[in-house]
């Protein structure tokens, strides 16, 4: 098979992987946004559709860090391997956009090409140095600090905005409820614009590493600018097209989120992904987010996280390697045996994608019924205007009641008198 056409096919499976990713990891910007009604649901994947692409564009030292540290230089792999790797990661992650679980897409990824490297070319294939620094580590530690952040923001912003009890039961005036909205729409923009600049650039590191393994870009880190347009817009896509079934899990099945804890969600998974971006770190973003969210449900006097679910999104998160790896490993065996291995993994990709999309017409989530289970999910932040109306309307109903108390009751004489 002519090298182009098969570069060509490995860049376009790349599209498509990028394209999972962004309606896979929707549900990390947008999910708790929506759960506490500070965004309407089509209004917050528009906003996380725009900020990735955004994103995208700021850095690229994940994308290098992929592209030089993943797969030991010298070694005589081509993009058919890549080939393999990304046929692991794109139907892991469909399998578990299909089960509603929040696993991890870059693990994904790591794992079909670790496994078809292993397929190829063995152990020496793999740096393993750099993939325990910069994937790893960063796997283990991150979800854990953004979990503690959230934890401790959470406790903080319910000790300055406590009220009584009454008072947060009525219509959320002067109790902070809405400004921690109004937070929530720059926080979850955060998170979007961070993830864009984490994953989408995965996406550009593997497109960067076929191109030089194909010999069809001099052996270094440098992205061009074309990898860099057509990955954003593959994640910004595929994030508009809304990962309904785990911003589900992630918004109602983790914990009961309120404004001040998905504020607090946010900026903890916004700053652990922006620092671990700056660094090069290839972590898992949707990790990172569903830390913080067990974290913010902890944080909050009453609340609790939903272990039963926590423990399956953990089990997924420890399968997520091995599957893809497993995978990848098959499909570059496959691979090997010439051009109609390639063909037949091609097919084979496509007919199990379109096999799961069908499945999951069975059991349609949209945004229509994303969170029916939510109490009060449907109460979608009020303008600042009807928040002053509905300040007025309640102190005008105060002051008739307490007028109303002043005002001296007529006697039993009086009213005989009158009756007469």
Same mark, same amino acid.
């Given at each position: 098979?002519?090298?182009?056409?098969?570069?060509?096919?490995?860049?376009?499976?790349?599209?498509?992987?990028?394209?999972?990713?962004?309606?896979?990891?929707?549900?990390?910007?947008?999910?708790?946004?929506?759960?506490?009604?500070? $965004? *309407? !649901?089509?209004?917050?994947?528009?906003?996380?559709?725009?900020?990735?692409?955004?994103?995208?564009?700021?850095?690229?030292?994940?994308?290098?860090?992929?592209?030089?540290?993943?797969?030991?230089?010298?070694?005589?792999?081509?993009?058919?391997?890549?080939?393999?790797?990304?046929?692991?990661?794109? $139907?892991?992650?469909?399998?578990?956009?299909? $089960?509603?679980?929040?696993?991890?897409?870059?693990?994904?990824?790591?794992?079909?090409?670790?496994?078809?490297?292993? /397929?190829?070319?063995?152990?020496?294939?793999?740096?393993?140095?750099?993939?325990?620094?910069?994937?790893?580590?960063?796997?283990?530690?991150?979800?854990?600090?953004?979990?503690?952040? /959230?934890?401790?923001?959470? #406790?903080?912003?319910?000790?300055?905005?406590?009220?009584?009890?009454?008072? #947060?039961?009525a219509t959320g005036i002067g109790t902070g409820r809405s400004n921690f909205k109004v937070g929530q729409v720059f926080t979850s923009s955060l998170v979007a614009l961070s993830h864009g600049t984490n994953d989408a650039q995965k996406t550009m590191g593997v497109?960067?590493?076929?191109?030089?393994? +194909?010999?069809?870009?001099?052996?270094?880190?440098?992205?061009?600018?074309?990898?860099?347009?057509? /990955?954003?817009?593959?994640?910004?896509?595929?994030?508009?097209?809304?990962?309904? #079934?785990?911003?589900?899990?992630?918004?109602?099945?983790? +914990?009961?989120?309120?404004?001040?804890?998905?504020?607090?969600?946010?900026?903890?998974?916004?700053?652990?992904?922006?620092?671990?971006s700056n660094l090069g770190f290839a972590l898992s973003t949707t990790q990172v987010a569903s830390g913080g969210v067990m974290g913010a449900g902890l944080g909050r006097k009453g609340g609790a996280v939903r272990w039963n679910k926590a423990g399956q999104v953990?089990?997924?998160?420890?399968?997520?390697?091995?599957?893809?790896?497993?995978?990848?490993?098959?499909?570059?065996?496959?691979?090997?045996?010439? !051009?109609?291995?390639?063909?037949?993994? $091609?097919?084979?990709?496509?007919?199990?994608?379109?096999?799961?999309?069908?499945?999951?017409?069975?059991?349609?989530?949209?945004?229509?019924?994303?969170?029916?289970?939510?109490?009060?999910?449907?109460?979608?932040?009020?303008?600042?205007?009807?928040? #002053? *109306?509905?300040?007025?309307?309640?102190?005008?109903?105060?002051?008739?009641?307490?007028?109303?108390?002043?005002?001296?009751? *007529?006697?039993?004489?009086?009213?005989?008198?009158?009756?007469?």
């Amino acid at each position: 098979m002519d090298p182009i056409l098969i570069v060509a096919l490995v860049v376009g499976l790349a599209l498509f992987f990028d394209f999972t990713n962004g309606f896979h990891d929707t549900a990390n910007s947008s999910a708790t946004a929506i759960a506490t009604g500070a $965004l *309407k !649901p089509k209004t917050a994947v528009l906003i996380a559709a725009i900020m990735n692409f955004v994103g995208a564009f700021l850095s690229t030292a994940v994308a290098k860090a992929i592209s030089v540290s993943l797969i030991n230089e010298g070694i005589d792999i081509g993009p058919e391997l890549v080939f393999a790797g990304l046929t692991g990661a794109i $139907l892991w992650n469909l399998t578990t956009w299909l $089960l509603g679980l929040p696993s991890s897409s870059s693990h994904a990824l790591f794992g079909g090409l670790v496994g078809a490297a292993l /397929a190829f070319a063995g152990v020496a294939a793999i740096n393993f140095p750099a993939v325990l620094e910069k994937v790893v580590f960063p796997a283990l530690f991150a979800p854990v600090i953004a979990g503690l952040a /959230a934890f401790l923001a959470t #406790r903080i912003a319910y000790l300055m905005t406590a009220r009584s009890q009454s008072s #947060r039961k009525a219509t959320g005036i002067g109790t902070g409820r809405s400004n921690f909205k109004v937070g929530q729409v720059f926080t979850s923009s955060l998170v979007a614009l961070s993830h864009g600049t984490n994953d989408a650039q995965k996406t550009m590191g593997v497109i960067t590493l076929v191109l030089v393994a +194909a010999g069809l870009q001099p052996t270094g880190d440098h992205v061009e600018w074309w990898v860099i347009i057509s /990955a954003a817009t593959a994640i910004a896509v595929g994030t508009y097209m809304g990962g309904w #079934r785990i911003i589900k899990t992630m918004g109602s099945g983790l +914990a009961e989120i309120k404004p001040a804890q998905g504020l607090a969600a946010e900026v903890a998974t916004a700053s652990t992904i922006l620092a671990s971006s700056n660094l090069g770190f290839a972590l898992s973003t949707t990790q990172v987010a569903s830390g913080g969210v067990m974290g913010a449900g902890l944080g909050r006097k009453g609340g609790a996280v939903r272990w039963n679910k926590a423990g399956q999104v953990v089990t997924g998160w420890l399968f997520t390697l091995p599957a893809a790896g497993a995978v990848g490993a098959l499909s570059a065996f496959l691979v090997m045996s010439g !051009p109609f291995g390639i063909i037949a993994d $091609l097919i084979l990709v496509v007919s199990v994608s379109i096999a799961i999309f069908q499945i999951s017409r069975r059991n349609r989530i949209n945004h229509s019924n994303v969170l029916s289970e939510v109490e009060g999910a449907s109460e979608v932040i009020a303008s600042p205007r009807q928040v #002053r *109306k509905a300040a007025a309307e309640a102190k005008k109903k105060a002051s008739k009641k307490v007028t109303a108390k002043k005002a001296p009751k *007529k006697s039993a004489a009086t009213k005989s008198k009158g009756g007469k």
